[in-house]
Each structure stands twice: as C-alpha cells, then as structure tokens.
C-alpha cells in the first residue's frame, strides 16, 4: 500500500500527471499541496474521493487536498485551524489519520498554530506535505526558522521523522537540492512505514524552470505488508493521447534528468531542458491530434 504526497502547483492542468502517479503506484491517499483550488471549482479524479481545504487568498494559490481510494472507507475531518491543512480518517485495518499540510514559505507560522492542528489529528496519524522547513535532521546544510518550529513540534509531540537525507525540491536560482518535502508520523505507524522520493518527472504541463524547482517533489510512504490494501479494483487511469513518440520523448527527459541529478553542470541542465521542452511538445501535439 502507498500514500504519496505532491506539491502539485495546480490541480487542475494536472489531470495528466496525477494519472500517471496513479497508475504507478495504485495509492491509497494522495497528499497534495498548493492546489489552487477555489471553493467553487469541481475536481475528479476516477476511483478517489477529494477533500479540499482552499487558501484564504481571493485568487487561486495555494490550498491542499487529500484523495482517496474509494475503496477504503474514509471520512473527512474537520480541523479548527488558519493553516492550510486537510485531515481524513482512514479505515485500513484499523483506523488512522491521515493530513495534507502547506506552509508557504514566507508566511509566518506560530508555533501554536501546530501545536493545535497536531492536538485535532486522532493518533495514528501520517502527516504529508511541502513545510518549507530546513534542518540536519532532515538532510539539510542549514537550519531555518521553519526548521526550528518543525524541530519543536516533533520534540514537544513525540512524533517521528520518516525522512531520510533524500532531496524533494531543486531550487533553480542556486542550483541546489534541498528537502522541504516531509512526512511525520506517530510513534505506533513507524514500524510499518519507510519513504521513498520518486525520481520521476511528474510536471509536463510546467515550463521548463518551474518544472526543475519541483521536479522530485513527489513522496511515497508505502505501509508494510501487515498493513493489508483495501478489497476492491483501482483502475488504470486511462490516456488515449499517448503513443510511441511520447514515450520515447519522455525516456529521453527521464534520462537526461538522471545525468543531471548526477551531475549537475550547466551543460548538462541546458540538455536537459531541451529534452524536457521536446517531450511537452510531443505530447501537446498527440493530445491536440487526439481530440480531433
């Protein structure tokens, strides 16, 4: 079983990729942050259930979500809290909790604040989200204000930090990776989770810089199987637009991408970028032929 957590930068014009996510990993929950969302927009995907917590901003940025499979019973939560938060419980096997959480990274947060979020999740509870927080403890070179609240939080609650030294985030100014991307867990589900970050490009509808600064940002915390999936069929989540050329245009990206998380020179960014801007136009031609 898999829970994955996404900063999607867009709900919306990410039909595509959350297919793709789906069909990789067959999730039970998927976390997302900074979905702009507004209150009134509708938002599907095939299989899932979708609780949504929009940002207070009168325009659309920012939010959170949490889909989940149908096939698990789940209900929604209701927190009392200003941050962008959204919490569900989950019947899989037993009953846990799980939140999608977004702190943007120049709004202030005080320590309260999640102090009172943390008391509202029944234990167990998996928060996933993008913090924007850095610290050691996390694979991080510095320590940030954000970090030191984070720090605070697992002390003052006894909750347990699934991150390894995995990057989630490239930031495409420095040139550098760091992780921002976190998943916490009560001490009681720590047995039966371990975390991965997908190396995947899940961003094809993005500008090529924007795609870099979020390219990792996908996390999988798959459950131990003593933690048994749900009865019930996910289906593929179907894209009739995709053939050969896509494919090939996408491993060409993935493996420019790969030289370039190994080495990271310029040339080896101006690759590819070039790469990642010949596989969008590939797939926005297929696309715009398959609606014809």
Not at 153 to 161: E, G, K, R, S, T
Not at 267 to 288: H, M, T
Request: hydrophobic content about 35%; overall charge positive; some cysteine.
């Amino acid at each position: 079983m898999a829970f994955v957590s996404w900063n999607c930068h867009g709900f919306r014009n990410k039909s595509s990729e959350l297919k793709d996510i789906i069909n990789s990993y067959k999730p039970a929950c998927i976390a997302l942050q900074e979905t702009y969302i507004r209150d009134n927009d509708t938002v599907k995907i095939r299989d899932y259930s979708i609780f949504h917590n929009t940002s207070s901003s009168t325009r659309a940025s920012g939010g959170v979500a949490l889909a989940v499979a149908n096939d698990i019973p789940s209900s929604c939560l209701h927190l009392n809290t200003n941050l962008q938060a959204v919490a569900v419980r989950m019947h899989i096997k037993s009953l846990i909790t799980i939140c999608s959480l977004y702190l943007p990274p120049h709004q202030t947060v005080h320590q309260t604040e999640l102090d009172n979020l943390i008391s509202q999740l029944p234990s167990p509870f998996l928060i996933l989200g993008d913090l924007n927080g850095h610290s050691p403890l996390w694979g991080g070179t510095e320590t940030n204000s954000r970090g030191r609240q984070i720090e605070q939080l697992l002390a003052d609650h006894n909750i347990c930090l699934l991150n390894n030294n995995e990057k989630t985030h490239f930031h495409l100014p420095t040139q550098t990776f760091h992780s921002i991307d976190l998943a916490l867990c009560t001490p009681a589900l720590l047995p039966f989770l371990n975390l991965t970050v997908d190396d995947n490009l899940h961003n094809n509808n993005r500008t090529v810089d924007e795609a870099l600064e979020n390219i990792i940002s996908i996390i999988k915390t798959a459950a131990d199987a003593s933690i048994p999936l749900a009865k019930g069929t996910r289906r593929r989540q179907y894209k009739p637009w995709w053939n050969d050329l896509c494919q090939q245009a996408y491993k060409a990206q993935q493996k420019a991408w790969n030289t370039f998380r190994r080495y990271p020179t310029t040339a080896n960014l101006i690759k590819f970028k070039k790469s990642k801007a010949d596989s969008r136009r590939i797939q926005r031609q297929s696309q715009r032929l398959s609606w014809r």
